[in-house]
């Protein structure tokens, strides 16, 4: 079997002592735990694995192993059992802090030790996605675009550090881009996504655009709110963090990435357009790309690329 989809009582097991049914004895068997978790997650990962080169592709998998399972923690597993998520993220942190040489018999964690030694990267991104999803499972509606932004810091960013870390792109200026980058792609899936939030009870958008709006009232009838009009400053942010973001392309030396960097950006960019088109439609329908979509996204990618 090639792919592997963790449920909800495999995320558990894995991150009980030696990793439990998943335990492995060598560091290629590790490897090919995190492959077959990556490909059972990743929706997009034909286009991504053609993007990466060979020489680290084991470590994009071992990270967005990493990455993938830590956010079910928060959206799954803390769900569920609010202080068993929250103790695993803990662990997580714990394990990162110590580059993940807590446990050789786990096969993410053995994995992931080889990679952050290879790679030499350090604790931070990881330890920051964990206090993201700790924050998912504590909710608390942002009360302005600020602290919407302070979360953004912890949910998206690491992992755009982390994918320049893994290319040898990282630096101070590229790191400014690619949070750019990272922080529209957040904020677009956040507005895609109103209408799939509000049923697991939550609300990303700000108090401050929307001050007279709760949980309460807003499942109870939708169709009373109007958000359009307050949701333009969003809109306007998210689309010129994009625009800011293209300068990576200019600092960035791998054509791979470079190609891979404009196509999200092209994505987000579209999304965002059809999350303005539908306005209010948005609180009842998640926006879809169509098969032009991706052509287009394709096309627009292609330009910003050369």
């Given at each position: ?123 931070e991104p990881f330890v920051k996605l964990t206090v993201a999803f700790k924050k998912d499972i504590n909710f608390s509606q942002p009360e302005s675009i600020e ?160």
């Amino acid at each position: 079997m090639n792919k592997m989809k963790l449920s909800e009582n495999d995320i558990i097991e894995l991150l009980t002592e030696n990793g439990g049914k998943f335990r492995v004895n060598n560091l290629d068997h590790a490897y090919n735990f995190c492959k077959k978790v990556a490909l059972g997650h990743y929706e997009n990962f034909p286009v991504a694995s053609v993007a990466i080169p060979s020489s680290i592709r084991k470590h994009f998998y071992s990270i967005y192993s990493y990455c993938r399972i830590a956010d079910d923690l928060g959206d799954v597993v803390g769900a569920k059992n609010k202080q068993l998520g929250l103790n695993l993220l803990d662990y997580l942190a714990e394990c990162a802090n110590n580059k993940f040489k807590c446990d050789n018999l786990n096969p993410l964690f053995l994995a992931l030790s080889n990679t952050v030694d290879e790679l030499k990267l350090p604790a931070e991104p990881f330890v920051k996605l964990t206090v993201a999803f700790k924050k998912d499972i504590n909710f608390s509606q942002p009360e302005s675009i600020e602290d919407l932004l302070d979360y953004c810091q912890y949910s998206a960013n690491p992992v755009g550090e982390l994918v320049l870390r893994l290319f040898g792109e990282y630096n101070q200026a590229t790191k400014v881009y690619s949070d750019c980058i990272c922080t529209g792609l957040q904020l677009v899936n956040f507005l895609q996504d109103v209408s799939v939030d509000i049923e697991i009870g939550r609300i990303y958008i700000p108090k401050s655009l929307i001050p007279n709006i709760t949980i309460d009232n807003f499942v109870k009838d939708k169709n009373k709110f109007i958000l359009f009009n307050s949701l333009n400053e969003l809109y306007l942010l998210t689309g010129n963090l994009f625009k800011e973001g293209e300068k990576l392309l200019k600092l960035i030396h791998s054509k791979r990435l470079r190609f891979e960097l404009a196509m999200i950006i092209s994505g987000g960019t579209i999304i965002l357009e059809k999350v303005v088109r539908l306005k209010t439609d948005v609180l009842f329908n998640r926006p879809k790309l169509n098969g032009k979509d991706k052509i287009k996204i394709f096309l627009n990618a292609l330009k910003k690329w050369k």
